[in-house]
């Protein structure tokens, strides 16, 4: 598509400064078409004839920069004319050669913004033009004098444009160029000012009400020369003051000069997570909060799923839960939005698939990550923490429950889409990945040692632990094992033999049993546990029983004590659970797969700290990193680690989805060809009214309290059989809507 046009970049060093590539091109006669074909090195918008084409932001998205690199293809017939047409490409830094990750590193893939076009005109009488990027193109200055996605953008509408000169050819190596794979990043939801809050240090603050990844949009006419300076937060403070320290290293500050005339100000190369703005600068006038929306920008997906019910704190939790969704997708699946983080984080994403394919349609989003994934896939066949790779960043741990994330998510992929092709594509990763396990360290049958991230988070190993007092060697192993058993399925799926994967992991399942598995209770594996140096290690704990229940690595007539022992667990801990990134999303699973539904519901429906509504109480709206982001206190966990708008916690909402809901898809059913619908209704609740858009049309469970009675009515669309379970009814049906009273 591109092969022919040369990648260009400006001649002269302008510094900071963004630059503009243009190009006359010269429409002879009528046209039938004209197409543009359009990527960069760093983020870029294309203009014709001053309009910016589309409405896709921060093209050409991120992928790995090492291994490919997406354009885009507009048809922009429309907005040319016979006679001269200005095309022009404008361009930042973005994440190809700003600061990213952690370690803030400048320039990592390039040290030069670069861009590449092919404008293809095809005339009403059959000939076709390119006009292909080269020298003959020009660069330009712009407004918009620095621009950094973490840190905000610059934008000086009195700055002069001014000609750099001809564009200079840029003979570095480029990656590969590939189609646009998922739907773009656009704005959706804007939110007016909710109140305006003078803070006790003396600051002005806009408050929107929720927390979003995005940025601020002013539409506002003011002298010109005057400036608008805007940092950006998530959370005020105890005192009530705004509070940037969790943000670490990323600025998030965006600066405006105004042109005098009506102005509407956004960055263009940069967004923000954020709820509240402080006004840092305004422009000498009365303030006018008119003026200001907040605008959520996030990758476009349809949306496939609902719930509600007659809880009100669980339907905020819900809503929440879909915000961290949308904060986290902005073109790949991050692990938040605000920080200088917000990177492709494996374990984030693995435990939050399932329910990001219930709440939208994000099979091509996912897709396009696991293509990143797989292209930073190490030689020896290892699975990053991340992708794509960030600067200093590249490398670095592989832990289990991380890397597993290679197989774990495209297999949730085709559970939710029954799409083959994906598994198929993906396969070999997967396979290169079981072999790194299998090749790490003495044992060929188990995952010991290494330098895992344990239970991320989880609350069990004391104040100020990160990684939980779960062995880190049993989370390990018992992902090989869950990895492994995944690999059978994927193989039977797609029609690849499945012996060697069922001799593996029946061998993985034994060897964990001997080394992790006493009397039907989760042991300490001698050998030094790879994280245990300074936290405390215990043997049962809620993630081990959660992993060992969920994973199947018990036998049948284990279950009933481990599960027990769970509760009890539970109850002696006051009712709360205390588990991080790995048991939380399996632990109500565990209970009420195996007679525990009641407490399931109590830990979902808690509000004490850790749970799901205690920061739903703390006023959220989004889910949080950690459980006690914001203390009962007001005080902060910790200013280092606390971020207010991580998706992962959020992965509750598949239990929710196939309990309360009831509606799971069964193993022949891919899908949703095949599901089982069996509610398990709560009195506090209600009425849960739940389900999704399948492929073949609206699949919807809803259930009511009646008296002592709960009143049902089941939507199966034609072409998904559902088995119903419901007390004492067992029913096979398809196409129709079913009512019961039981
Ligand atoms: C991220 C996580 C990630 C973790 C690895 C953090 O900094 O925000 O969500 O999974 O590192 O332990």
């Known amino acids: 598509m591109l092969s022919d046009a040369k990648w260009i970049c400006a001649e002269a060093d302008i510094g900071t400064v963004s630059p503009l590539f243009c190009k006359t091109a010269d429409i002879k006669r009528d046209v039938k078409r004209v197409t543009a074909y359009v990527s960069a090195m760093g983020v870029y918008e294309l203009f014709v004839n001053g309009k910016k084409v589309g409405n896709a932001l921060l093209s050409p998205g991120w992928t790995s920069y090492k291994n490919r690199l997406q354009y885009q293809q507009y048809d922009i017939t429309e907005l040319m004319s016979v006679g001269d047409n200005n095309i022009g490409i404008l361009c930042g830094k973005g994440w190809a050669m700003g600061e990213i990750g952690r370690f803030l590193t400048p320039c990592v893939y390039t040290d030069r913004i670069s861009a590449v076009a092919r404008i293809c005109v095809e005339y009403a009488d059959g000939e076709v033009e390119n006009i292909l990027s080269d020298q003959s193109w020009e660069c330009y200055t712009s407004h918009i004098l620095e621009s950094e996605i973490y840190h905000g953008e610059t934008v000086d509408l009195t700055a002069d444009v001014r000609l750099v000169g001809a564009a200079r050819i840029d003979s570095e190596p480029k990656p590969p160029l590939i189609p646009q794979i998922c739907g773009a990043v656009t704005e959706h939801e804007r939110f007016a000012v909710k109140e305006v809050i003078y803070t006790p240090r003396g600051e002005t603050v806009l408050d929107f009400g929720q927390n979003i990844a995005g940025y601020a949009e002013i539409k506002i006419k003011a002298s010109r020369g005057s400036r608008m300076v805007l940092s950006h937060a998530e959370v005020l403070d105890s005192d009530g003051n705004f509070y940037t320290e969790n943000l670490r290293k990323a600025r998030n500050v965006n600066t405006y000069v105004l042109s005098g005339e009506k102005d509407i100000l956004k960055p263009s190369f940069s967004f923000q997570g954020f709820r509240y703005v402080r006004l840092d600068e ?53 692990d938040c939005p605000q920080r200088d983080e917000r990177l492709g984080w494996t374990a984030d994403a693995q435990v939050f698939c399932r329910t990001a394919c219930i709440n939208y349609n994000a099979e091509s989003f996912f897709d396009k990550w696991l293509g990143d994934l797989a292209a930073e896939q190490g030689e020896d066949g290892r699975i990053y923490r991340f992708a794509p790779f960030a600067g200093k960043e590249r490398g670095g741990r592989i832990s289990a429950g991380w890397s597993d994330a290679a197989v774990i998510c495209p297999w949730e992929l085709y559970r939710a889409y029954g799409n083959k092709e994906i598994l198929t594509k993906y396969y070999p990763m997967m396979r290169r990945w079981i072999e790194y396990i299998r090749n790490f360290g003495d044992e060929e049958y188990l995952w010991i040692g290494g330098d895992h991230y344990g239970d991320w988070l989880a609350m069990d190993a004391g104040e100020g632990q990160r990684f939980g007092a779960t062995q880190t060697d049993l989370i390990a192993s018992a992902f090989y094992a869950y990895s492994v058993s995944l690999m059978i399925r994927i193989s039977e799926a797609i029609g690849e033999d499945p012996a060697y994967y069922r001799q593996l992991y029946a061998k993985v399942r034994e060897a964990f049993r001997g080394a992790f598995m006493k009397d039907g209770m989760p042991v300490i594996y001698p050998k030094a546990d790879a994280l245990s140096t300074n936290r405390p290690v215990k043997a049962v704990t809620q993630t081990s029983l959660a992993l060992i229940l969920h994973f199947g690595l018990c036998d049948e007539s284990e279950r009933e004590g481990l599960a027990r022992h769970l509760a009890r667990l539970i109850s002696e801990n006051g009712g709360r659970m205390n588990t991080g990134f790995i048991g939380t999303p399996y632990l109500l699973h565990a209970l009420s797969d195996n007679g525990y539904a009641d407490v399931a519901y109590s830990l979902l429906l808690a509000e004490h700290c850790p749970s799901w509504l205690f920061s739903v109480r703390q006023g959220a709206t989004t889910v949080w990193e950690h459980w006690d982001g914001i203390r009962e206190d007001g005080s902060f966990w910790s200013p280092e680690m606390n971020s207010f708008n991580h998706y992962a916690y959020g992965s509750v909402f ?9 509606i799971d898809v069964c193993s022949d059913g891919a899908g949703y060809t095949h599901v089982t619908v069996s509610p398990v209704p709560n009195r506090r609740l209600g009425f849960a009214d739940c389900g999704l858009m399948t492929r073949y049309g609206r699949l919807g469970v809803f259930w009511k309290y009646i008296g002592d009675s709960v009143s049902y009515e089941i939507t199966v669309p034609r072409g998904v059989t559902a088995d119903i379970r419901i007390g004492e009814i ?8 079913y009512r019961y009273i039981v």
């Open 282 to 334: 305004y422009p000498d006038k009365e303030l006018d909060i008119r003026e200001f929306t907040a605008v959520a920008i996030y990758t476009d997906m349809k949306r496939t799923g609902y719930f509600k019910c007659g809880y009100e704190k669980l339907n905020k939790l819900y809503d929440n839960i879909l915000w961290g969704q949308r904060g986290n997708f902005v073109d790949i699946p991050t």
């Open 654 to 662: 598949d239990w929710i989805f196939a309990n309360v809901g009831g």
């Open 730 to 737: 067992k029913k096979t049906v398809s196409g129709g809507v």
